[in-house]
């Protein structure tokens, strides 16, 4: 702990107080040291974009783009690393939107069955891959209170990579389990799979469990993070679960609305 004194003093210098304010700096100092991490990282991720581009646009300055085949290629280097550099970015900013202060959710309740269905059909019908969507879902109304931007986010991180890390005509499975006071919603995959000394640090800002493997796929290592700030401001808990070589699970909860009996149309 570390104390800081100050006097309260009136304009005519009479002294009518003291504060003592302690700080607790083993938990200032962490976070110190995580803000530094933070900002070591970003810039790393930022420079390696920026130091492939810089090389591919000088050896087209020096004569490559005269040459038709070697041009497009790379033309488009360039290109995919811009977009990953805006989506590296727009995951910055949503991150810094959660923690500033004034970070408000707009909840409204919603039957999470059908929002599921729909977010769903909406990969079914744009996705590029061969993976199969299997539904394990209710045939009910099943009410929660979500800020419905957030949770589609969340879902599109989880299930974007569920697609990523699949094998070709690989599945992958979502289930809905009522509990007591919250719903367990459940995307697993049957792709490359997670170590276990991995897992939990799959939800921090930047972790990756093979960086190349990862940027490979355009990945921003912080889709996982995102996910974990707004289940969390939901009140809700997210984990994953995973056997190497045979897929991931990832899970998470969300509190039910206390009265399902209500007619929240
Ligand atoms: P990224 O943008 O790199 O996918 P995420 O935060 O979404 O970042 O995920 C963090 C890391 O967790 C990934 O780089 C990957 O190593 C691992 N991961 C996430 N989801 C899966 C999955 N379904 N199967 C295997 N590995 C996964």
């Known amino acids: 702990l570390r104390a800081s004194n100050s006097v309260i003093q009136?304009?005519?210098?009479?002294?009518?107080g003291l504060i003592t304010v302690?700080?607790?700096?083993?938990?200032?100092?962490?976070?110190?040291?995580?803000?530094?991490?933070?900002?070591?990282?970003?810039?790393?991720?930022l420079r390696t974009p920026l130091t492939t581009m810089r090389s591919y646009i000088e050896a087209l300055t020096e004569g490559a783009w005269e040459d038709k085949k070697i041009a497009p290629q790379f033309?488009?280097?360039?290109?995919?690393?811009?977009?990953?550099?805006?989506?590296?970015?727009n995951d910055l900013l949503k991150l810094s939107k959660m923690d500033s202060k004034d970070y408000m959710l707009q909840k409204d309740s919603f039957d999470?069955?059908?929002?599921?269905?729909?977010?769903?059909?909406?990969?079914?019908?744009?996705?590029?891959?061969?993976?199969?969507?299997?539904?394990?879902?209710?045939?009910e109304h099943i009410y929660v209170y979500?800020?419905?931007d957030k949770i589609t986010q969340v879902l599109d991180n989880i299930i974007s990579n569920a697609m990523k890390y699949s094998p070709e005509g690989g599945t992958v499975t979502f289930h809905l389990k009522v509990q007591q006071q919250h719903v367990e919603i459940c995307i697993s995959d049957e792709g490359v799979g997670i170590p276990a000394k991995?897992?939990?640090?799959?939800?921090?800002?930047f972790y990756r469990v093979d960086k190349a493997r990862t940027r490979k796929l355009g990945g921003t290592g912080l889709g996982l993070a995102i996910a974990k700030e707004m289940i969390e401001a939901h009140d809700?808990?997210?984990?994953?679960?995973s056997e190497e070589g045979k897929g991931t699970s990832i899970f998470f909860t969300l509190p039910l609305i206390d009265n399902q009996e209500d007619d929240w149309t």
């Open 10 to 16: 009136k304009e005519t210098g009479f002294i009518n």
């Open 75 to 89: 033309l488009d280097v360039t290109q995919q690393e811009t977009e990953r550099m805006i989506r590296l970015v």
């Open 236 to 241: 809700g808990r997210i984990w994953a679960k």
């Open 22 to 45: 302690l700080h607790d700096i083993t938990e200032q100092a962490k976070i110190d040291q995580d803000r530094r991490e933070f900002v070591a990282n970003v810039s790393h991720e």
């Open 112 to 139: 999470v069955v059908s929002f599921l269905n729909r977010v769903i059909d909406r990969f079914e019908l744009s996705k590029s891959s061969d993976v199969t969507f299997q539904r394990d879902l209710p045939n």
């Open 146 to 148: 979500i800020d419905i």
């Open 198 to 205: 991995d897992l939990d640090k799959i939800f921090d800002r």
